[in-house]
């Protein structure tokens, strides 16, 4: 079965406080070549053929149920 | 006349909400989220929760329920809807009202007593307040930070869609200090703090949340 996945993004100009709190955390662990931490989803949506058809789709499912345009982006891929 | 309440799974102030319209004067009439049945009320309120444990995005899932096909049709003929907490970011998530809830900006939950100034008192859910006055009603969430781009902040403020907004601090990193808005027509509210917890002296800060109420039980018996 291939597999598409969805990656959503907060968009830049939205406060990510997930992705400060990560990166607060990093100098306490030690780790400091961190500049930033920007914290979204990945879906994993398997389907039964990655045509054209049901890209589309999943293009309309993820800005309409897995995202939320007024504060997020999404792309698409197909997993290789 | 009939203010209906929607339970969606993880609704927690629904019983609360339902007693608020009791306390003004009104009938609740309890709705299920996986009914297309508004069960006849003339207006609908969404209450404060986590419903679907907060999935996804707050009240992302929740748009999605059957009943919200009638509230989104409703609403967009006239009724006076009112989302509170979740039932606020539920009306966003909805597109019923622009913008979007974020993660509090100092990324914890709060609970307080919440000082709010009046800008509006034309809505449904305002003719019993006035325009500058102050009330004091809980908040508590974990995800109130209201964002918007800059165009519908401007649009909302330029039109006099922001309905409340917190005094002294902001709890939460909301632009604008803002805590409520409303649509074009001004049937449509939402904010985040908690009108249905403070309508009786014994059980809250005072009964300044009562107003919101009754002004919907106003404007159905005024329409």
């Known amino acids: 079965m291939p597999r598409v996945i969805v990656d959503v993004m907060p968009k830049p100009e939205i406060l990510d406080p997930q992705g400060k709190a990560v990166h607060g955390a990093l100098p306490r662990l030690g780790f400091n070549a961190v500049t930033d931490v920007r914290q979204g989803k990945r879906f994993e949506l398997e389907v039964a053929a990655a045509d054209e058809a049901t890209l589309a789709e999943v293009h309309q499912l993820a800005g309409t149920l897995l995202s939320n345009p007024v504060i997020e982006d999404y792309t698409v891929r197909v997993d290789a | 006349m009939k203010i209906g309440v929607v339970t969606f799974p993880g609704s927690l102030d629904d019983s609360d909400a339902r007693r608020a319209v009791r306390i003004a004067g009104g009938e609740a009439v309890a709705l299920w989220h996986g009914d297309h049945d508004l069960k006849g009320v003339d207006a609908v309120i969404l209450p404060g929760g986590f419903s679907y444990g907060d999935y996804l995005r707050c009240g992302a899932i929740a748009r999605f329920a059957p009943v919200?096909?009638?509230?989104?049709?409703?609403?967009?003929?006239?009724?006076?809807?009112?989302?509170?907490?979740?039932?606020?970011?539920?009306?966003?998530?909805?597109?019923?009202?622009?913008?979007?809830?974020?993660?509090?900006?100092?990324?914890?939950?709060?609970?307080?007593?919440q000082t709010l100034k009046v800008e509006n008192a034309a809505t449904s859910w305002t003719s019993e307040l006035s325009v500058g006055q102050e009330i004091v009603i809980p908040l508590k969430n974990g995800e109130g930070g209201f964002v918007a781009d800059a165009d519908t902040v401007a649009r909302l403020e330029g039109d006099g869609r922001v309905v409340f907004r917190y005094v002294d601090v902001n709890p939460n990193g909301s632009i604008n200090d803002i805590a409520g808005i409303t649509n074009e027509r001004g049937n449509v509210v939402g904010l985040m703090p908690h009108p249905e917890h403070a309508v009786e002296d014994l059980t809250g800060p005072g009964i300044d949340g009562l107003g919101l109420f009754t002004s919907a039980l106003k404007s159905l018996t005024t329409a």
């Not at chain 2, 039932?87 to 909805?94: H, N, T």
């Not at chain 2, 597109?95 to 809830?101: I, S």
């Open chain 2, 68 to 113: 919200m096909t009638e509230v989104i049709a409703a609403a967009d003929g006239g009724m006076p809807v009112l989302g509170i907490c979740n039932g606020f970011q539920i009306l966003c998530e909805s597109h019923l009202l622009p913008g979007a809830l974020i993660r509090n900006d100092h990324r914890h939950f709060i609970c307080r007593d």
